[in-house]
Every structure is written in C-alpha cells, then in structure tokens.
C-alpha cells in the first residue's frame, strides 16, 4: 500500500524544481517538477519523492491528524 503524506516545503531551488519538504519532521529531498509554482511554505502530497499535488493548510493538517489516530490505534492494538 502506498500513502502520500502531507510534506511542508522547507528550501527550493527553482531553476531545478527540487528542494526539501518536511515530511513528518523529517527532512527529505523532493522533485517538484509535477506542480506549477511551488513555494516555501506550500503543503504538498509527497510520493516517491515527487510532489504530486498542492494543499491548503487545513486539509494537511486534518489529514495529518488522521494519520495520527490510526497510528495511535494500531499501536494500542499491537500492546
């Protein structure tokens, strides 16, 4: 199963359409050649390294807070 993960961008070259997102607290490297205009501090769904769609703030973070509460389920259901 493959899951996009809401990443913030954090650094960006332009001329190559990469940089860095935080993905988790993490920071990893991103291809952003897929999106038009990306900027630091846009939400994006990260794949494979590749944004491949923009979001606004309130769908990353309630996303992210789902992703929370099924971590936190498989965790007490593994204890």
Known sequence: MCLGIPSKIIELDSAFKTGRVDHLGTRVAADFALIDDPRIGDW?????????????????????????EIAAKDASFLS
């Open 44 to 68: 994006v769904i990260l794949h494979a390294g590749f944004a491949i769609s923009r979001l606004d703030d309130e769908e990353a973070q309630k996303t992210l807070e789902l992703l929370r």
